[in-house]
């Protein structure tokens, strides 16, 4: 039996799907959030926004030092694993 050749590929594809949706909920947490208005709401968008720019700064530093491997496939990994953290971890704290 041999191995498939896109097994790698299929894996980061099924964890990119899975970012997707994990940024999806926490896009609909920070609406409503948003939504209520007030200091609150001002707050979250300021932090939203701060947060992307630290998450790319951290991913360019990263790409630019070597840190995301050697090959196609194992920087697509490690990006997506990079920015799921990220939203993983807003998920738990707006939820």
Do not use: F
């Amino acid at each position: 039996m041999t191995k498939w050749p896109y097994g790698g590929w299929a894996s980061a594809g099924i964890d990119a799907w899975a970012l997707g949706m994990e940024a999806s909920a926490v896009i609909g947490l920070r609406v409503m959030r948003m939504a209520t208005g007030g200091a609150d709401a001002a707050a979250e968008a300021q932090l939203m926004v701060s947060e992307k720019m630290q998450a790319a700064l951290e991913l360019q530093t990263a790409m630019v030092t070597g840190q995301l491997g050697n090959t196609p496939l194992a920087s697509t990994r490690k990006t997506i694993r990079h920015y799921r953290r990220k939203v993983k971890a807003n998920r738990k704290r707006l939820g």
